[in-house]
């Protein structure tokens, strides 16, 4: 297998890590997107002044200990409910099981907006040092372009305005956590008086 050069992974990284994608990377390292995807393969080698101000955003991905959004331990799931049940209760533990998937869907997707968010507060970290990374050159316009645009995108990703779908869909998992346990505890009382069997 051919050896990569290093920067094929630390672009990946950096990418993933900030959530960048190759166009925007590019704009800051001041190279075209397929100057950079050729790099990430190693089919080229970005010049001295890119692989500089990439060393900026790779020390920070290397000293900053971020844990990954939405990587907590899911709550453990429940023990099934009994399925013997009188035929007119069947509607409730489907009901049941319904508020539970669609549970998983929203919290899957609070999960992903998190993330963004994350992102966006590891990237307003490294602000300065990607604008001192800068020469004072007129060479620099178009990262300095990319710089004030991305200033303005992690001031709004950070807004309490950009966290409002987040919390709608944390509010509607709760919602349905909440009416899945109120079944589970009607189930739980009843099974108590041998109802459902």
Not at 27 to 50: I, M, W
Not at 167 to 177: D, M, S
């Amino acid at each position: 297998m051919r050896h990569l050069p290093a920067q094929y992974s630390t672009a990946r990284i950096v990418r993933d890590y900030f959530g960048l994608s190759q166009t925007a990377l590019a704009g800051y390292l001041d190279v075209s997107r397929e100057l950079l995807s050729a790099a990430e393969t190693g089919r080229r080698e970005l010049p001295t002044a890119s692989l500089l101000r990439l060393a900026v955003l790779a020390q920070a991905v290397g000293t900053t200990a971020v844990p990954a959004a939405g990587a907590a331990t899911p709550p453990a799931a429940p023990e099934l409910l009994p399925v013997t049940l009188l035929p007119g209760l069947r509607p409730l533990l489907a009901r049941h099981e319904a508020c539970l998937l669609e549970a998983d869907r929203l919290r899957h997707a609070a999960a992903l907006l998190l993330r963004k968010a994350e992102q966006a507060r590891r990237l307003h970290a490294v602000l300065p040092a990607l604008a001192a990374a800068l020469d004072p050159l007129p060479a620099d316009e178009r990262p300095r372009r990319w710089l004030t645009q991305l200033t303005a995108d992690v001031a709004h990703l950070l807004s309490p305005a950009a966290d409002a779908p987040r919390a709608r869909l944390a509010a509607r998992e709760a919602g349905l956590r909440a009416e899945a346990a109120w079944i589970r505890s009607y189930f739980e009382n009843i099974a108590a008086d041998d109802v459902l069997f």
